[in-house]
């Protein structure tokens, strides 16, 4: 049976190596109730571990959010694919936490966790009303595959993201969005680099 340590009223595994260890540690300091002042950050992580990325976090005791979208029962050839509930965006996670570099390169000791979005030193915070919003536009529906949106947008043209935790960056149309529903690949603008996301056609805006 493995064994546990408490380390800031957390279990960590006792066959957890010293390096995810120290990172465990880390990120135990800025849990919920660790009465620092905390901000909302994106952390990239392995598409399709979204969930067990926010599971692994509540387990520490880490605020975590990933908001769902509604995929619509649908034939995909001879097969009928059922409903399905997935991540709004692929390959990230909402965390509240501290802004400590120190805590905040404590979530590589989480599996599937790649980065947080500005860099450890230089995180780009999210404001609580876009975090707000975002959530409310997800349990609205509004970015459920089947919704019908207002715009229509082309490939190779820039656009905002409107909402989630990229509001206000520009983006440049790679595929998608002729119909006026559905997902659009698009190009972000983050810190001096182009990356590539899936985003729903709700979330975007003319400029």
């Known amino acids: 049976m493995m064994q546990h340590n408490q380390i800031s009223g957390v279990a960590i595994g006792s066959g957890v190596s010293n390096d995810r260890r120290i990172k465990l540690e880390s990120l135990a ?3 919920a109730d660790c009465g620092l002042v905390r901000r909302w950050f994106a952390v990239r992580v ?3 571990r979204e969930k067990a990325v ?3 976090l509540d387990d520490y005791g880490v605020e975590a959010l990933v908001p769902l979208r ?6 995909h050839g001879p097969r009928l694919v059922p409903e399905q509930w997935v991540p709004v965006i692929h390959g990230y996670v909402l965390v509240c936490l501290p802004v400590n570099g120190v805590i905040l390169a404590g979530l590589l000791g989480i599996d599937w966790v790649s980065g947080v979005v500005g860099g450890y030193d230089r995180p780009r915070p999210i404001l609580d009303r876009e975090v707000n919003i975002f959530k409310e536009l997800s349990v609205s529906g ?5 919704a019908p949106v207002a715009i229509v947008v082309r490939v190779g ?5 409107a909402s989630g935790p990229f509001a206000g960056r520009m983006a440049v149309v790679e595929g998608g969005g002729t119909k006026g529903r559905g ?3 698009v190009s972000v603008e983050l810190f001096g680099a182009e990356v590539p996301m ?3 056609l709700a979330m975007l805006a003319k400029l």
């Open 183 to 185: 997902d659009v690949v």
């Open 70 to 75: 509604r995929i619509p029962e649908r034939r």
């Open 54 to 56: 926010e599971k692994a």
């Open 29 to 31: 300091l800025g849990r």
């Open 198 to 200: 899936t985003l729903p």
């Open 157 to 161: 043209e820039r656009v905002r993201v």
């Open 142 to 146: 509004t970015y459920d595959l089947d």
């Open 46 to 48: 392995a598409s399709g």
